[in-house]
């Protein structure tokens, strides 16, 4: 389940409309559908920061907000 982390948490979904990421703020893992966008994988996977810094910058917002509008 994406929505359940490998450490037993839950894991929160973000997306961008086009992109998915699914993090966990207990162990700080994620995973990610990214919609055949090689290259948004190759960086959240090798500058996993990355992730957060988007969603402080609100490029990747809450998957619920995102359906919610
Ligand atoms: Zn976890």
């Known amino acids: 389940m994406k929505e359940e982390c490998i450490c037993g948490m839950k894991r929160y979904g973000y997306t961008d409309g086009f ?12 995973i990610g559908s990214v919609g055949g966008d ?9 500058n996993p920061e ?3 810094k ?12 995102f359906y919610a509008e």
């Open 38 to 46: 090689q290259l948004f994988g190759m960086l959240i996977k090798s």
């Open 50 to 52: 990355v992730v957060l």
């Open 54 to 65: 988007l969603i402080q910058a609100k490029m990747l917002i809450p998957i619920r907000d």
């Open 19 to 30: 992109h998915e990421v699914f993090l966990c703020y207990n162990c700080g893992s994620f």
